[in-house]
DNA sequence: GTGAAAGCGCTAACAC
DNA sequence: GTGTTAGCGCTTTCAC
């Protein structure tokens, strides 16, 4: 691998000319940068990042952290951060954590080893390390879909039980009295979403039952699968069934089609998030969205700002929106 | 941040006796390591990797390419081998590239200024420049889920048109003549399926037809369903239809509920990869399974062996399997 | 405009 | 067992 030591050597100059002419730097003499940008070519020199950010004293990447498992909505927004992030000239190191103390502790001494520019947290660690750190280094941070009491973070988010409220009433609306829930019991949102969901019960004069709800250990189709199945199990005379991730509603789908009912003629299923595939169901999946894109960019620009030094609003929340496709109508006649 | 001269300070001792204290080598009194080991703890040190791969002239991670738009397949696929690098002591760093020539450039000078330990390409790039690259630095490299020509490099796959065979074979058995085709034009598995549908086809005896197939830019539900309707618009009498790719044959499916068509009753539809959502469908997808886990596992146990200074075998072929869901049966009678 | 020298944080020879 | 020294590849004063 070449080095700006051969590269001085081939065009007869110093190290600290090579560095200047590299970096687009003044004071070079035109003919010398043209001689060595050429050199540059024709060797494939590219200067080696860890020392170059051993004497900047910064790496310009930010580190995105993911639980390993990530989601299509995660995965969404991740993409658009990584993108939105390469716009503002910085690249981006993922780091997937497992859901198990000892794996954010691993990520956390990782991200300390790399000397990032800033972190971005796409996942809810459970340790409190993590957030310490985090303020404690001064680091540039932004939760991205969560937020954390103290408002000492940045977050960008959406109102999660807002949005559940939306969509439970959305069945309401549609005629629905016994709506069953099928959220989870990691992170915020889980409960977030579930007490939307009460809410919104309740301002429709609904009452809540303990049984119609179902709190699964995470947010696959598969839980969402053998969470319809109990509420199934149970003949509740559920008419409706508002999942808190569209991935949950597709196992949900997934559990009412392998009992002989239809989507929506028998229940009805409404998801949260607006994942991609969603759309594309056999019948399109009514859910709630949010704007992932505008989240991914916020997200992104507000980590650039942070790292050029500047102050910025502590919280962005974002709007959600009703997204009715064919998973949802009015209860069958009858209940 | 605490530097290993800070700890030595704080130690009385030197830097040297820090560095073989957190490295675990011998040579160091057990009480001082044990002193030693406590104040790591205290301050929370970690040792800086960049200064470390400097010298080490390593980095202990490997780098990823996969498309910025990696689909569900090929995101199974880079968590199993993220997982497995791990388990042999590896990070992993993720180049996502865009369907464009500059983005391939782009990637190629981050690589190179990265010092990676080697190369996992789940992603087949077009520019020559980056296969040379690879080839003269005797990086270490493995390509996953494509071979390229010439057996320069160790690549981890499975016979892509033997399993399209299969999957065509499979609707062929069921009493279907017009089966449709949905593949694409970028990367070598949508011409290697497409062709394992054409000799699955002549292999029974049934003329394959120009007009029975579409082939894509991409391979998303997106272009699945608008593939899926400008061969219903044709009006050929296809009763069934295979997809490259599980993704494509999801939007299939939607063309098909969007025209008023049932899947399979009115038209079977067979996918290819087998990724999660697949088995969570309403119906059910029928598909080819390729080993995600056991493709991923090998990838990293040959990226790691070939770390080490092993010889490897250049190709790992994994074997296919059919997977029958609830989207294929026979042809609707009359047909 | 250009080069020499120092130093970023770390490890590995090599003395002691 | 432990410290001293050199050096990884780069950028940045500071002379010239």
Same mark, same amino acid.
């Given at each position: 691998?070449?080095s700006?030591?051969?590269?001085a050597?081939?065009a007869?100059?110093?190290?600290?000319?090579i560095?200047?002419?590299?970096?687009?730097?003044?004071?070079?003499? &035109?003919?010398?940068?043209e001689?060595?940008?050429?050199?540059?070519?024709?060797?494939?020199?590219?200067?080696?990042?860890?020392?170059?950010?051993? #004497?900047?004293? /910064?790496?310009?990447?930010?580190?995105? @952290?993911? &639980?390993?498992t990530?989601?299509?909505?995660q995965?969404?927004?991740?993409?658009?951060?990584? /993108?939105?992030?390469?716009?503002?000239?910085?690249?981006? +190191?993922?780091?997937?954590?497992?859901?198990?103390?000892?794996?954010?502790?691993?990520?956390?001494?990782?991200i300390?080893?790399e000397?990032?520019?800033?972190?971005?947290?796409?996942?809810? @660690?459970?340790?409190?390390?993590?957030?310490?750190?985090?303020?404690?280094?001064?680091?540039?941070?932004?939760?991205?879909?969560?937020? /954390?009491?103290?408002?000492?973070?940045?977050?960008?988010?959406?109102?999660?039980?807002?949005?559940?409220? =939306?969509?439970?009433?959305?069945? #309401?609306s549609?005629?629905?009295?016994?709506?069953?829930?099928?959220s989870?019991?990691?992170?915020?949102f889980?409960?977030?979403? *579930?007490?939307?969901?009460? +809410?919104?019960l309740?301002a +429709?004069?609904?009452?809540?039952?303990?049984?119609?709800?179902?709190?699964?250990?995470?947010? =696959?189709?598969?839980?969402? $699968?053998?969470?319809?199945?109990?509420?199934?199990?149970r003949?509740?005379g559920?008419?409706?069934?508002f999942? *808190?991730?569209?991935?949950?509603?597709?196992?949900?789908?997934?559990?009412?089609?392998?009992?002989?009912?239809?989507? &929506? /003629?028998?229940?009805?299923?409404?998801?949260?998030?607006?994942?991609?595939?969603?759309?594309?169901?056999?019948?399109?999946?009514?859910?709630?969205?949010?704007?992932?894109?505008?989240m991914?960019? $916020?997200?992104?620009?507000?980590?650039?700002?942070?790292i050029?030094?500047?102050?910025?609003?502590?919280?962005?929340?974002?709007?959600?929106e009703? @997204?009715?496709?064919?998973? =949802?109508?009015?209860? &069958?006649?009858?209940?």
């Amino acid at each position: 691998m070449t080095s700006i030591k051969d590269l001085a050597r081939l065009a007869g100059v110093s190290p600290s000319t090579i560095s200047r002419a590299v970096n687009g730097k003044k004071y070079v003499k &035109p003919e010398i940068r043209e001689r060595i940008l050429e050199l540059v070519r024709e060797t494939g020199y590219v200067p080696n990042s860890a020392a170059r950010s051993m #004497v900047l004293k /910064r790496t310009f990447t930010v580190g995105i @952290v993911i &639980p390993d498992t990530f989601n299509m909505f995660q995965r969404q927004l991740f993409s658009t951060v990584e /993108r939105s992030l390469e716009g503002f000239g910085y690249h981006t +190191s993922f780091f997937f954590v497992v859901w198990e103390p000892e794996s954010e502790l691993r990520c956390l001494r990782r991200i300390k080893a790399e000397k990032l520019d800033g972190i971005i947290m796409i996942h809810e @660690v459970a340790r409190p390390e993590f957030y310490d750190f985090l303020a404690k280094s001064q680091l540039p941070a932004v939760l991205c879909t969560f937020t /954390r009491a103290g408002g000492f973070f940045h977050s960008v988010h959406v109102d999660e039980e807002a949005a559940a409220r =939306t969509a439970t009433e959305h069945l #309401v609306s549609l005629g629905h009295r016994r709506i069953g829930l099928l959220s989870g019991t990691h992170f915020s949102f889980g409960a977030q979403r *579930a007490e939307g969901y009460r +809410s919104g019960l309740a301002a +429709s004069g609904i009452e809540a039952r303990e049984a119609d709800a179902v709190l699964l250990p995470s947010y =696959t189709p598969e839980e969402g $699968r053998s969470g319809m199945r109990a509420l199934l199990e149970r003949d509740l005379g559920l008419t409706a069934v508002f999942a *808190a991730t569209d991935e949950l509603a597709i196992g949900a789908v997934r559990a009412l089609y392998e009992a002989g009912l239809k989507v &929506p /003629r028998d229940v009805s299923v409404i998801g949260f998030d607006d994942i991609d595939i969603s759309a594309y169901l056999s019948p399109g999946l009514t859910t709630v969205r949010q704007p992932i894109r505008e989240m991914g960019k $916020r997200t992104a620009e507000i980590m650039s700002r942070l790292i050029e030094g500047h102050r910025e609003p502590g919280d962005s929340v974002f709007g959600h929106e009703l @997204v009715i496709r064919e998973s =949802t109508k009015g209860p &069958p006649k009858g209940n």
